[in-house]
């Protein structure tokens, strides 16, 4: 949340961060990938969105954290594609290394939106258990 909180001061961009989870359940590495998929897709709103407003949704239930980056811009069907964009491949090839689903496409009232859905499971509580207490990204 504060990396977005950050974006929003440097960039003078509106943000809104909203949801009902906080991705306490998550391995350490793993919230780490999801932080640098948000700082990926927050990299793309800066450079090609022209978005005056950014909306972060965090949702989690037992079987799934779902998080919700959109932005008010020019939607990714507006901004030329390279077929080789490094971003979009690393946020996809970060999301498959953790078991989690993305999907960037345009949102419904405009813009981008990137969803990643990652699954939650007995595995990755007892991941997170594990681990020493770390600082979230």
């Not at 965090?58 to 390279?82: F, H, N, S, Y």
């Not at 946020?91 to 939106?113: F, H, K, N, S």
Request: proline residues 5%.
């Amino acid at each position: 949340k504060q990396v977005v909180e950050r974006f929003g001061e440097r960039h003078r961009i509106a943000v809104q961060i909203r949801g009902s989870g906080d991705g306490a359940r998550v391995p350490a590495a793993t919230a780490m990938q999801v932080y640098r998929i948000v700082q990926e897709g927050l990299t793309n709103v800066a450079r090609h969105a022209r978005a005056s407003r950014v909306v972060l949704a965090l949702d989690e239930t037992a079987q799934v954290l779902t998080l919700r980056l959109a932005d008010d811009g020019c939607g990714i069907d507006a901004v030329p594609r390279r077929s080789a964009s490094i971003g979009l491949f690393s946020m996809a090839e970060r999301a498959r290394e953790i078991g989690a689903t993305l999907d960037v496409r345009p949102a419904p009232a405009g813009g981008t939106e990137l969803v990643l859905r990652l699954p939650l499971s007995a595995e990755t509580a007892a991941e997170t258990a594990a681990e020493p207490a770390a600082k979230t990204p």
